[in-house]
């Protein structure tokens, strides 16, 4: 089974393109079940949800809907006496009404495949508990059958990305370490990814139709591999994402 969201859906550029003019702010969840049955939440990064917001989410969405949590930077950037049971507490509605999908713990590019980062993947396991986890890193210096097994071993998944083929990123590999296959489109602005003033400007990038027919075999790959493969589109300005995924869907059809 493959699943088809986008990274985010609360924003102010998706009224027109994405969302009506006269639509409320409330409702844009509820509106974005109807297209989508998942979606990964970037907010989560930023600041610990509140119980209400949570439990928002769970009752604003489809029975079968399902949420990717993004671990709260102190937990992927920062590293520093990791409160990992503050942010499980957090996101618990999630979990009880079967919900949530994973945790997704993207770490910084200056995470380096040193030892005690390799050792820090353990803790994060521990951490989190039962809870199902992906990875995703940011230099290309992780991407090593080695990696791989470690994350096997931990039962951690791994992050597919689809980003700009610069030096020191990610390649655009399918790879599934665990039951959960994932796959993260950030667009390929290559000139903006290193240089920009505001964050969305990396993310700003139409894909073209032979760019996403290349991910059809790599998710049929991950598809034979997994239980389930979830599939966001990060690119999300002017709502560029929403696009990207039903041109996928279609291709896969």
């Known amino acids: 089974m493959i ?6 859906f609360s ?10 003019a006269d639509l409320p702010r409330r409702s844009w969840l509820e509106f974005y079940a109807q297209q989508f049955d998942t979606v990964e939440l970037n907010v989560t990064y930023y600041r610990l949800p509140a119980p209400k917001t949570v439990e928002g989410w769970v009752a604003h969405t489809p029975e079968h809907f399902l949420f990717a949590v993004k671990a709260h930077g102190s937990l992927t950037h ?42 820090y993947l353990g803790q994060l396991r521990s951490g989190f508990g039962e809870l199902p986890v992906v990875v995703e ?19 951690l998944g791994y992050c597919c990305v689809d980003e700009p083929a610069l030096r020191g990123l990610m390649p655009p590999l399918a790879v599934a370490t665990s039951r959960l296959g994932y796959v993260r489109f950030h667009g390929r602005n290559a000139a903006r990814w290193w240089e920009h003033e505001q964050a969305y400007e990396r993310y700003d990038y139409t894909y073209q139709r032979q760019e996403l027919k290349e991910w059809i075999p790599r998710l049929h790959t991950l ?31």
């Open 3 to 8: 699943r088809f969201g986008t990274s985010g």
């Open 11 to 20: 924003y102010d550029d998706w009224v027109g393109p994405v969302y009506p």
């Open 78 to 119: 920062e590293r520093q006496d990791p409160d990992f049971p503050g942010f499980v507490q957090a996101i618990e509605p999630l979990t009880q009404s079967g919900k949530l999908a994973c945790v997704l713990a993207q770490f910084p590019h200056a995470f380096h495949p040193t030892p005690a980062n390799r050792e």
């Open 137 to 155: 890193f940011r230099d290309r210096e992780w991407v090593s059958e080695a990696t791989f097994e470690l994350l096997r071993r931990q039962s």
């Open 223 to 253: 598809e034979e591999a997994s239980d389930l493969v979830l599939v966001y589109a990060n690119n999300h300005y002017r709502g560029q994402s929403v696009d990207a995924l039903r041109q996928l869907s279609l291709l896969l059809t």
